[in-house]
């Protein structure tokens, strides 16, 4: 049971455009939600995240938005760098419920062309 | 330097040993996590400890054991019975900010078992 989705595998976009990653969950429960960048053979790094009191969180180029009644956040990237090339992971958690335990999606990966 | 480091980057065994998977880290964080990524999958969560001397399974603990004796150390066993311990392995750690969680991953190991 998949609890949180990214139901695209890749996304490709020309650099300087604006970068869309989805991803659904399931579970109402959950409160707290982040993006995670990850490089090849290197661990994630922390890229942003919202709580559910919130419907938008921005930082610099990233953003990311919450639609709590669809079940669904989206980050948004812009303008698209080639840096920014690696797999987003979207992941989620029950603050409310005291768990510090994340679910995460099964990623996308992001390719941006020059 | 703060950090969690992961030890070594790559490991080779033979099928039916038992191998550890070291993490330390240097960050002061209470609650330490085990993940397995598998290629074109998500996280997924072997175990975790929020504090020293207590751990919880995640929801794929079979095959897997571990340790939580000092705040910095939290090692991985990856025993003979678990059915496909090839994989790449990362540990995390996480501190609460602001009254919200993010977890913070080593650079991986990545285990090949034949």
């Known amino acids: 049971d998949q609890q949180v989705k990214q139901n695209s595998p890749s996304l490709s976009v020309q650099e300087g455009r604006i970068s869309i990653l989805n991803c659904d969950y399931t579970n109402s429960m959950f409160d707290y939600f982040l993006w995670y960048k990850k490089y090849p053979a290197e661990g994630p790094t922390f890229l942003i995240s919202?709580?559910?009191?919130?419907d938008k969180n921005e930082d610099g180029r990233f953003t990311v938005f919450l639609n709590k009644s669809a079940k669904h956040l989206s980050l948004h990237i812009v303008p698209s760098q080639p840096g920014d090339s690696a797999v987003y992971f979207c992941a989620a958690s029950a603050l409310g419920q005291g768990a510090q335990k994340l679910v995460f999606g099964q990623g996308t990966r992001l390719t941006i062309n020059p | 330097d703060g950090g969690i480091t992961q030890s070594p980057k790559y490991l080779f065994r033979k099928e039916g040993q038992n191998v550890t998977l070291s993490c330390e880290q240097n960050?002061?964080?209470?609650?330490m996590y085990w993940y397995r990524q598998d290629p074109g999958q998500g996280l997924r969560l072997i175990y975790y400890s929020q504090i020293v001397n207590d751990f919880q399974k995640g929801d794929i603990a079979e095959g897997y054991s571990v340790s939580r004796e000092k705040k910095e150390s939290f090692p991985l066993t990856v025993t003979s019975a678990q059915k496909n311990p090839t994989a790449f392995y990362l540990c995390?750690?996480?501190?609460?900010?602001?009254?919200?969680?993010?977890?913070?991953f080593g650079p991986g190991t990545r285990l090949t078992v034949t």
């Open positions: 919202i709580s559910s009191i919130k």
């Open positions: 960050l002061n964080h209470d609650a």
């Open positions: 995390a750690s996480s501190v609460r900010d602001r009254g919200l969680y993010e977890q913070y």
